[in-house]
Nanobody, 115 residues
Framework: QVQFVESGGGLVQPGGSLRVSCVAFTSFFSAYGMGWYRQAPGKQRELVAG???????NYADSVKDRFTISRDNAKKIVYLQMNSLKPEDTAVYYC?????????WGQGTQVTVSS
């Protein structure tokens, strides 16, 4: 069984920055790719960014050049640095394995971009 605990969300103005974090309670963390996903009200959950066990990163077109995913294998943490935030980035952000998530999802962390 795995567990993911996300944190760091909040309210930010358009153009601002935020970093969200996810602690993974799982064995063999470094062996798996990890990803950040988000779900906006009335929409399906979508992949935002992923990082393989080798450190290769992938981003959705909508966040390329604005978001950066990184990981700390020793601490079993994955980060998402979000810059130049837009109102359309408003969503609950979740982490999970990448490219295929497990069936276990955390509570997520709410990110709201609004003036």
């Amino acid at each position: 069984q795995v567990q993911f605990v996300e944190s760091g969300g909040g309210l930010v103005q358009p153009g601002g920055s935020l970093r969200v974090s996810c602690v993974a309670f799982t064995s063999f963390f470094s062996a798996y790719g990890m990803g950040w996903y988000r779900q906006a009200p009335g929409k399906q959950r979508e992949l935002v960014a992923g990082i393989t066990n080798g450190g290769t990163t992938n981003y959705a077109d909508s966040v390329k050049d604005r978001f950066t995913i990184s990981r700390d294998n020793a601490k079993k943490i994955v980060y998402l640095q979000m810059n130049s935030l837009k109102p359309e980035d408003t969503a609950v952000y979740y982490c999970n394995r990448f490219p295929v998530g497990t069936g276990y999802w955390g509570q997520g962390t709410q990110v709201t971009v609004s003036s």
